[in-house]
């Protein structure tokens, strides 16, 4: 019987912070910055060529673009996993990304609230695992497409490949504590009184259409969805359409510095986190009485 971690309800209340990573928390996709260019190709040349292989084949984007990333790689660079790690250490970040996750953690200790943060992304795990965040273990898990690396710890064939539908599992495993990507607990039945981290208790941030089926979730069941845009650019129109068609509930620039439009919408998040708990557990207190 195989053992899996697997985490309970917690004397204080959990607010899981979840996020893509492609134009969220940096203005690029990430094997654009570095990686594609190392193999002496035009970045737009790359997509164009993974999407149609896609295309012609019914095959998942995902699953394309990590074949191209190894097809293209064959006799210029050996894809390891340290290799890539490197890649992902040189990612452009958005402003205040980097002490953004010790800073949520912290507002929430100081009102009752464990913060947690969580990746859930179609970029590469290992490239993910390589930024400074992560050697920091800011982050309780990060979901997001993978490599299988053979005995010698080359890339050959995918691991992982996380598309914008399946992308919602993690937020039940969150929602449930079953966080092993194969743990088949997932499907268990558990009491809402004792969910780990409930949806109201999620925050989604997200940039395009890759993340609707998980905001659209998180904001169904009471959570807060965000959208995101990179502030260089100013393009607002994803997010508008976005908050039209009640895929968030907010959006604000993609930046983390202390007191940005971001930062207080998430401090208010925390802050109504603490207060609607309160209630809820006076709430069960009376609901368990009654029931004597």
């Given at each position: 019987m195989e053992q899996y971690e697997r985490r309970y309800k917690e004397g204080k209340p959990v607010l899981a912070i979840c996020y893509d990573f492609d134009r969220t928390l940096t203005p690029d996709d990430m094997q654009a910055q570095g990686y594609i260019q190392d193999l002496g190709l035009d970045v737009k040349a790359f997509w164009d060529a993974s999407n149609a292989?896609?295309?012609?084949n019914d095959m998942d984007r995902?699953?394309?673009?990590?074949?191209?990333?190894?097809?293209?790689?064959?006799?210029r660079i050996i894809v390891k996993r340290n290799a890539l790690a490197e890649y992902g250490a040189r990612v452009t970040l958005f402003p205040g990304v980097e002490d953004w996750f010790s800073r949520m953690r912290q507002y929430g200790a100081d009102h009752g609230i464990i913060v947690e943060h969580y990746i859930i992304s179609s970029g590469l795990k290992e490239m993910i695992?390589?930024?400074?965040m992560a050697k920091n273990n800011e982050f309780e898990r990060i979901y997001a497409s993978a490599f299988y690396f053979n005995e010698r710890g080359t890339a050959k064939w995918p691991a992982q490949a996380i598309n914008?539908?399946?992308k919602t599992q993690f937020l039940f495993r969150i929602e449930k504590g079953i966080l092993d990507i194969n743990d088949p607990g997932v499907n268990d039945a558990i009491p809402p009184?004792?969910?780990r981290i409930p949806f109201r208790n999620m925050v989604y941030i997200g940039d395009s259409d890759t993340d609707i089926p998980c905001m659209k979730l998180v904001n169904t069941y009471g959570g807060h969805a965000i959208g995101v845009f990179d502030p260089e650019t100013g393009d607002r129109e994803k997010v508008y359409q976005m908050i039209r068609e009640n895929r968030i509930r907010y959006f604000a620039p993609a930046d983390y510095r202390p007191e940005s439009e971001l930062d207080k919408i998430l401090r208010a998040i925390i802050d109504k986190t603490h207060a609607?708990?309160?209630?809820?557990?006076?709430?069960?207190e009376n609901l368990k009485e009654s029931s004597c």
């Open positions: 292989l896609a295309h012609e995902n699953l394309a673009y990590m074949y191209k990333m190894v097809e293209e790689a064959d006799g695992e390589g930024t400074v914008y539908t399946n009184e004792e969910l609607y708990e309160i209630l809820q557990r006076r709430h069960e």
